[in-house]
């Protein structure tokens, strides 16, 4: 009985030689004669049963088609054809000369179709390729001393006082314990009336985070992510409830805003405020969308780090928040691709680490610095995961990436 696969072709690196037990199975089919062969195509029909028994198997499997007359000898993937429903209900191959003939060229792609291989119960290989991996950590600088000193104010009556002295008082400070802690100089006279200038007095940084003091621990990330507010302030904003930073709109641009950047690749891009869809009366935007990121300071083997979560907030007209945000950022995540996740992570890292120049002063008290990517002997390319994507969801992630400016 005909039955079971033929064989199993064992794939060797061909640089070094060695076998990792990695199969393709192979499923031979002879004819005499080419069904609806016009000279570039050719078709051959399985049976039901036989194609059941071969795209169910834990290993890829090919049909192999030989015609002996001619010597010609073409193959298909069983399991990457037939993802397709409507291929599956027709039960046709549809063989195409010079793309599908067995060649000794054909092992790189029987190598792809191993990797790219995942099915319940299989284990996908490495490949031998190199890759780096990006980090979304920022190394984080700040001075050796801090201040500190008493006051008879309330948090509430605090900034208040500094608003006496400066419209826009800074906001890098913290309130705890009837004490004013920070990192600027409390002898200022912008803290003259919120602090007891006798009692200033100076302790070094390293002494307070590391005490076994848990709540010393949460101030210094406390003032940690208000130094990081103060230094950001005048280009971005901040959402208190969802506790991220977002792009501004520029007014002059109807709310449209990109933001050119430079690092150690090159010269970047990137529209961090975009305009979506009409709204009802179709004269504007429908929404507005505005890159942003969560932050989340991390103590790592006795350094400070800064970890960058990319995502999106959304307005009506680029100031009001949208009541759709949750849904437009849903779908967002549905379509997103590793390249977008690294291209808004490569834009905030190119954002954080730039230093002051004649537009803009250095803010003094917070500074970050890039961590060069980890490489990463085996990698498994984007190609190969969206190979195995479902067709309709690949199609609709196309669509989407096309509307979303992603």
């Known amino acids: 009985m005909d039955t079971g696969i033929d064989g199993f072709i064992e794939l060797r690196d061909p640089e070094t030689g060695e076998v990792r037990a990695q199969f393709v199975a192979a499923q031979l089919k002879t004819v005499s004669t080419l069904a609806e062969d016009n000279g570039e195509t050719f078709t051959y029909r399985p049976e039901a049963r036989d194609l059941e028994h071969w795209y169910n198997a834990s290993v890829p499997v090919i049909l192999v088609v030989v015609q002996p007359t001619t010597e010609l000898i073409c193959w298909k993937s069983i399991q990457t054809y037939f993802q397709d429903p409507e291929r599956k209900r027709a039960r046709k191959v549809t063989f195409v000369r010079g793309e599908d003939e067995l060649t000794s060229g054909s092992a790189s792609k029987l190598a792809d179709l191993v990797a790219r291989f995942a099915r319940p119960g299989a284990v996908t290989p490495s490949m031998r390729v190199e890759e780096e991996l990006e980090i979304n950590l920022l190394r984080a600088s700040y001075p050796y001393r801090l201040n500190i000193a008493s006051t008879e104010l309330v948090p509430a009556q605090i900034s208040p006082a500094l608003k006496e002295v400066r419209d826009r008082p800074p906001i890098d400070w913290v309130y705890h314990d009837g004490r004013i802690v920070a990192f600027r100089d409390l002898d200022d006279p912008l803290f003259a009336r919120a602090c007891d200038r006798g009692s200033i007095d100076q302790i070094e940084t390293h002494d307070w985070v590391t005490s076994e003091n848990e709540v010393t621990k949460r101030l210094f990330v406390r003032l940690l992510s208000l130094c990081l507010g103060e230094r950001l302030r005048e280009r971005l904003m901040f959402d208190q409830g969802r506790r991220y930073h977002y792009f501004k709109s520029n007014p002059q641009k109807r709310g449209k805003r990109v933001y050119t950047f430079k690092d150690g690749r090159g010269e970047g891009k990137k529209t961090v405020v975009s305009l979506h869809g009409l709204n009802k009366t179709k004269d504007g935007a429908s929404y507005v969308r505005h890159a942003a990121f969560v932050p ?10 800064l970890a960058v979560e990319p995502t999106y907030h959304f307005t009506r007209d680029g100031f009001n928040e949208s009541p759709y945000g949750s849904d437009y950022l849903k779908r967002i995540k549905e379509i997103e691709r590793n390249s977008n996740v690294r291209g808004h992570v490569r834009m905030w890292r190119a954002l954080l680490t730039e230093s002051g120049d004649l537009l803009h002063d250095e803010y003094p008290f917070l500074s970050f610095e890039a961590l060069a990517p980890l490489p990463h002997a085996y990698g498994v390319p984007d190609e190969l995961w ?18 979303l400016d992603l």
């Open 296 to 305: 989340r300071f991390l103590e790592l083997d006795g350094e400070w780090f």
């Open 386 to 403: 969206s190979n195995r994507e479902d067709p309709e969801m690949s199609k609709a992630r196309r669509a989407g990436q096309s509307e």
